[in-house]
């Protein structure tokens, strides 16, 4: 088994990986403990906060620049609402992730990745690399044909 393998939030694993550590483990235990570690990964909510706190940001500025109200904003920072994927990639251009940092977001609410074969995520994920605004992902979004964000 590839030793490298790192546990913990900054690294949740995707289902393929886990089954292939599963599969390789000599033994169960310290495999299963590693396992569980990396499910203990940070949820949505935390991991939004932690993105907002490394960008100086607010949840009221965060509402201003996503163009959602206060009362939404809060209620998905305070994990009382779940996003849906629409609105994590608003988020995502709002705030400027990387396309990384969207895949961990869109991962840790449990909503579907970015892929590049669909044609509105490889729009997407062109928004995202080139750090578009909201507006002009919009608008290219539209004008290749797909739903908008806003």
Same mark, same amino acid.
């Given at each position: !088994?590839?030793?490298?393998? +790192? =546990?913990? #939030?900054?690294? %949740?694993?995707?289902? +393929?990986? *886990?089954?292939?550590? $599963? +599969?390789?483990?000599?033994?169960? +235990? #310290?495999?299963?403990?590693?396992? /569980? ?7 949505? =909510?935390?991991?939004?906060?932690? !993105?907002?706190?490394? %960008?100086?940001?607010? #949840?009221? /500025?965060?509402?201003?620049?996503? !163009? $959602?109200?206060? =009362?939404?904003? &809060?209620?998905?920072? =305070? ?9 994590? *990639?608003? $988020? ?10 969207? /895949? ?6 449990? %909503?579907?990745?970015? &892929?590049?074969?669909? %044609?509105?995520?490889?729009? !997407? ?8 605004? $909201? ?11 797909? *739903?908008?964000?806003?």
């Amino acid at each position: !088994m590839n030793e490298t393998v +790192q =546990s913990g #939030p900054a690294s %949740r694993l995707l289902t +393929q990986e *886990l089954e292939t550590i $599963l +599969q390789q483990a000599e033994t169960l +235990q #310290p495999t299963l403990n590693m396992i /569980q570690d990396n499910l203990n990964a940070p949820g949505f =909510s935390d991991l939004l906060a932690q !993105m907002l706190e490394a %960008r100086g940001l607010t #949840p009221h /500025q965060l509402s201003s620049l996503a !163009m $959602l109200s206060r =009362s939404f904003t &809060y209620q998905l920072c =305070s994990g009382l609402r779940a996003p849906s994927r629409d609105i994590i *990639l608003r $988020l995502s251009v709002v705030l400027e992730l990387t396309l990384e940092e969207t /895949q961990r977001l869109l991962r840790a609410a449990q %909503r579907g990745a970015l &892929y590049p074969r669909i %044609r509105r995520d490889a729009v !997407m994920i062109y928004c995202l690399s080139h750090r578009l605004h $909201l507006y002009d992902t919009d608008e290219l979004l539209t004008s290749c044909g797909e *739903l908008a964000l806003l």
